[in-house]
């Protein structure tokens, strides 16, 4: 069994899909248009290291902001988790900021500008 991630866009998905394989250094790896709203993704799958997350926009009608769960990238470099951080915190909003805390060399969390809230762990 696999457990994979799936986020929810309003409308965003692939230009959000394109920004995580940038910043996370990822490859989508599949990406299909709604039949019948052909500017709009029904699905994208992207690869981020030996792991997979899904996305796709949710019908107008039907979206609702993510809350009650977050994305979290963990990393040993400490350059690296502040390169992550704030390059999805770039035009999103900061929760905690990254820093030092009792059981990590920096932590922190942030919704992105895509409404996608994500964690960061070193």
């Given at each position: 069994?696999?457990?994979?991630?799936h986020?929810?866009?309003?409308?965003?998905?692939?230009e959000?899909?394109?920004?995580?394989?940038q910043?996370l250094?990822?490859?989508i790896?599949?990406m299909?248009?709604y039949?019948?709203?052909?500017?709009k993704?029904m699905h994208?799958?992207?690869?981020v290291?030996?792991r997979?997350?899904?996305?796709?926009?949710?019908?107008p009608?039907?979206?609702?902001?993510?809350?009650?769960?977050?994305?979290?990238?963990a990393?040993k470099?400490?350059?690296e988790?502040?390169?992550?951080?704030n390059?999805l915190?770039?035009?999103?909003?900061?929760?905690?900021?990254?820093?030092?805390?009792f059981w990590a060399?920096r932590?922190?969390?942030?919704t992105d500008r895509?409404?996608?809230?994500?964690m960061?762990?070193c």
């Amino acid at each position: 069994m696999q457990l994979v991630p799936h986020l929810s866009f309003n409308g965003q998905c692939e230009e959000a899909f394109k920004f995580y394989e940038q910043v996370l250094a990822a490859k989508i790896t599949f990406m299909a248009p709604y039949p019948e709203w052909p500017d709009k993704t029904m699905h994208a799958t992207i690869e981020v290291g030996d792991r997979i997350m899904h996305g796709a926009d949710a019908p107008p009608e039907h979206f609702k902001t993510p809350q009650g769960f977050s994305p979290a990238l963990a990393t040993k470099d400490t350059a690296e988790a502040e390169r992550l951080f704030n390059a999805l915190a770039e035009g999103g909003t900061v929760q905690m900021p990254l820093q030092q805390t009792f059981w990590a060399s920096r932590f922190g969390m942030l919704t992105d500008r895509y409404g996608i809230p994500w964690m960061i762990n070193c």
